[in-house]
C-alpha cells in the first residue's frame, strides 16, 4: 500500500496571483524540512500539496511532525492512495484503518469527489463504503452527528485518498514570503515567542545578541542559540549576530545617573540592532515588549526608544499577559529553556529606581555625557557570528 501526505494549504491560497509563489515558498520550505529523512516527491493541486515519498523505510512520523510545524499549513493528513476504483477503495480502507475501526464503537464516511466523472456520486460512496465496512467490522455502528471516527475517502483527479481525520497544521504564511526582520533575542521568555509569533506570518529571522562578558556568560550565550535552535524548528535557519557590549554598557554606567541606565542601554542596543539589520538586509526590528511588564516597557520608556528606529520595530507581544505568552512558550518548547538562570547584559548594572517615565529631553541630556560612535562601530564590527 502507497502512504502520502496530503497538505492543505493556508492562507495562501487567498492571495489571488501570488499564490504560485507563495506555493513555491511552502515546497521549498517543505523541501528544506523533509531532507534529512529521504527523498520526497512534491505534487501541488486544488490548495493541497502531495507529499510523496520515494523510499521504503522514510519515517512518517518524523515527517508528519516537521509537517506540523511549517507555516502556511492548516491542516495535513497521512492517507493511503489507491487507483479510482470501488474495488480497491473498500479493502484498502478496511485494512489502512484497521487500528481506528477495530478500537471505535460509532463511525461515519465522508466522501469528496473532486473528479465529477467518478461513477459514484459522494453520498452513494458513502453508503457503500460504510455498509462494507460494518461488514469487515460488524461492532461499528454508524453515528454521523457525533461519530468517534469518521472515514475520508477523497476521489481526487488522478486516485483516490483514504484516511482518518486531517491533524491541524501552525497555520500562518510560509517563512520567507514576509520579507525580513531582525529580532532582538535576549535568554527571557518573551523574545523567543515574538520570533515564533512573525515567523508564523511569514517573516524570515536574522537575530542579534548583546553579550557582556564577563559579566555574561558563554552559558549564556550558548542559551539563546539553544533558544533559536527551537525557534528554527519552526522559522528555518537563522543567523545569530552576537554583539559585544560591555564597554558601550560600562561607559553609561561610569557616566550617566544611574537612573538612566536601562533606558539608554536600551537606546543604544537599538541603534547596533538597527544597523545591523541593514547590512543584513532586514526591513525591521522586533523585540519581545509588552506594555508595562517592566521600567522599560511604559509606554513612555518605550517612546523613548522607539525614536531612535528608524525602521519599523515589531513587538508582537505588546497587549499580552504574562502567561499568556507563557502559554505560547511552552507550546513551542522554549519555555524549560528560557528559565535556566543565566545572566543577560539586561541584568547587569540595572538601577535600583529606574526611571518609569522617561522624558526624552532629560534622556538625550544625559547621553549627552557619552561619547560612544567608535564604540557603536567597533561593537558592530566586531560582532560575531552563529549559523543555527
Ligand atoms: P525577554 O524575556 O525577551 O528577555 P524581558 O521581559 O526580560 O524579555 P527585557 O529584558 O526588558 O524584557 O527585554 C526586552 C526586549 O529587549 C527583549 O524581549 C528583547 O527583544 C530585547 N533584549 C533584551 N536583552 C537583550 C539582549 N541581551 N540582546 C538582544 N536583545 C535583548
Ligand atoms: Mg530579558
Known sequence: ?????????????????????????????????????????????????ELKPLDEAFDFEAAEAAVARAFGIVGYSRCAVVEKDMQQILPVAAEYLKDELESTATFKVEAKRSDKKFPLTSPEICRTAGD?????????????????????IEVRDKLAYIHGGARAGAGGLPVGTGGRAAVMISGGIDS???????????????????????????????????????????????????????????????????????????????RIAQRIARQENCEALITGE????????????????????????????IGMDKDEIITISRKIDTFETSILPYEDCCTVFTPKHPKTKPNLPAVEAEEEKLSLEAELEKAVAEAKVVWI
Not at 296 to 307: E, P
Open 192 to 270: 523567543p515567542v515574538a520570533s515564533w509569533m512573525m515567523s508564523k506570518r511569514g517573516v524570515a529571522l536574522t537575530a542579534i545578541h548583546f553579550a557582556s562578558p564577563p559579566y555574561t556568560s558563554q552559558r549564556a550565550e550558548d542559551k539563546v542559540a539553544e533558544l533559536l535552535r527551537r525557534v528554527s524548528l519552526y522559522a528555518g535557519s537563522i543567523k545569530l549576530i552576537v554583539v559585544p557590549f560591555t564597554k558601550i554598557q560600562e561607559e553609561i554606567k561610569d557616566l550617566c545617573n544611574e537612573d538612566y541606565f536601562t533606558i539608554i542601554m536600551r537606546r543604544y542596543m537599538m
Open 1 to 49: 500500500m502507497r502512504e502520502v501526505i496530503l497538505v492543505k494549504c493556508g492562507e495562501l491560497v487567498l492571495k489571488g496571483l501570488n499564490r504560485r509563489s507563495f506555493e513555491d515558498v511552502l515546497i521549498k520550505n517543505l523541501k528544506r524540512a523533509l531532507k534529512p529523512l529521504g527523498r520526497v516527491e512534491f505534487f501541488p493541486a486544488q490548495s493541497t500539496i
Open 132 to 152: 462494507y465496512l460494518i461488514e469487515q467490522y460488524p461492532h461499528l455502528a454508524v453515528d454521523v452527528h457525533k461519530p468517534q471516527l469518521t472515514v475520508h
Open 290 to 317: 509588552s506594555v508595562g511588564q517592566v521600567a522599560s516597557q511604559t509606554m513612555k520608556a518605550l517612546a523613548c526608544t522607539d525614536i531612535i528606529a528608524e525602521m519599523p520595530v515589531f513587538r508582537p507581544l
